[in-house]
């Protein structure tokens, strides 16, 4: 079994950055691959950024160049550095974690970019 707990999420204007954290209850070498996941109202979840255990990370087209996911391996927390937001970027964000044929999510947190 897998805790993910995020944190980070807020009221941001356009333009601004936000930073994201999801901390692990195992170390995150331990995790085969982790995530970061949005759903804005009436839209599905839809995958923002991943990285694997080695390193190897995908964003997706509308955050590339604008998205990063640092990770800090003591704190086996895994983090979505967000710049130049934009208010398509409102949405909860899930934190995802795989370890073999298991997927765990976290709880979810809120992003609202807007003046």
């Known amino acids: 079994q897998v805790q993910l707990v995020e944190s980070g999420g807020g009221l941001v204007q356009p333009g601004g950055s936000l930073r994201l954290s999801c901390a692990a209850s195992i170390s995150i070498f331990g995790i085969d691959a982790m995530g970061w996941y949005r759903q804005a109202p009436g839209k599905q979840r839809e995958m923002v950024a991943t990285i694997t255990r080695l390193g190897t990370i995908n964003y997706a087209e509308s955050v590339k160049g604008r998205f990063t996911v640092p990770r800090d391996n003591a704190k086996s927390t895994v983090y979505l550095q967000m710049n130049s937001l934009k208010p398509e970027d409102t949405a909860v964000y899930y934190c995802?974690?795989?370890?073999?044929?298991?997927?765990?999510w976290g709880q979810g947190t809120q992003v609202t970019v807007s003046s």
């Open positions: 995802n974690g795989r370890l073999g044929t298991k997927t765990y």
